[in-house]
């Protein structure tokens, strides 16, 4: 009685162990850090000593503040409340302009490439100018006032929000809109029923992310003219009044951080 022959079992390959990471790509991103920190400082002819130097102006600035006089906080409130408005108005407006411009912007929703490539670019263009930017060049078309605010922060906000959007619409599950297409949907059923219900809920959070960003940014917009609590900004400054200044810095975190804790607890409930 023969016996069948025992096959041996083919050894495993020796799995070869990740090499650690080369010390010296390490080294050469550090030097190189430190030339462009020292080659910036030489530009801008910025150094140690001088900051040395300007440290006991800063702390007699720092001295100056204290106390702050918060009697002056009754009479920049409404101002406060103005910044605050300006900031909500000029999200609505961007939020609901936004929309049509991440559509157009989405590749997956807009297939053509001559159509989102440039709306793309404008949005760039969009995202490229500072606020205080935008805010002069509607206080030179309509004047001192809070309506230039409202508008500077509405294009700032249709640039912020339309580029976040756009994004989230790129990445949605493709499977519903392939759906709606085999049985016949339109393009604007299709973008109602497929597209925005897997978008609401990070549209929502990108809105009022924004409008945590507007409400800074309306706080200084003031100082070329576009309104809100910005323009005491300046007077105080210009008249060196900086426990006031201060107050106006220390009224404006207080307000920020409670649109900033209400503004997370609405998105971690939405995500």
Not at 27 to 54: C, D, I
Not at 83 to 110: E, Q
Not at 150 to 173: C, N, P, Q, R
Not at 215 to 243: C, K, M, N, P, S
Request: charged share 15%.
């Amino acid at each position: 009685m023969t016996t069948a022959p025992v096959r041996q079992a083919n050894p495993q390959p020796e799995r070869k162990r990740p090499q650690p990471p080369s010390r010296t790509k390490h080294y050469l991103t550090a030097v190189l850090l430190l030339l462009l920190v020292w080659g910036s400082a030489w530009k801008t002819e910025s150094t140690l000593s001088e900051l040395v130097r300007g440290a006991p102006n800063m702390l007699d600035l720092i001295k100056e503040m204290f106390p702050p006089d918060w009697g002056y906080v009754e009479r920049i409130m409404p101002a406060m409340l103005d910044t605050i408005r300006m900031a909500i108005v000029g999200t609505t407006i961007g939020a609901v302009l936004a929309i049509p411009v991440a559509v157009l912007c989405a590749s997956n929703v807009i297939r053509t490439v001559w159509i989102y490539y440039p709306v793309r670019m404008l949005l760039n263009l969009i995202r490229t100018i500072p606020d205080l930017l935008l805010a002069s060049l509607f206080v030179a078309i309509f004047g001192l006032g809070l309506v230039s605010g409202i508008f500077a922060l509405a294009v700032f906000s249709i640039g912020l929000i339309a580029k976040l959007t756009y994004e989230a619409v790129e990445t949605i599950d493709s499977g519903p809109l392939e759906a709606m297409t085999a049985v016949g949907a339109n393009r604007m059923q299709w973008i109602a029923f497929g597209v925005v219900p897997q978008v609401m809920a990070h549209y929502t959070s990108y809105v009022l992310y924004t409008f945590e960003i507007n409400v800074r940014a309306a706080a200084i917009l003031g100082l070329v003219g576009a309104g809100g609590i910005g323009h005491y900004y300046e007077v105080t400054l210009g008249f060196l009044q900086y426990d006031r200044t201060n107050t106006i810095i220390l009224f404006t975190l207080v307000v920020v951080l409670a649109i900033d804790f209400i503004s997370m607890k609405a998105r971690e409930r939405l995500l």
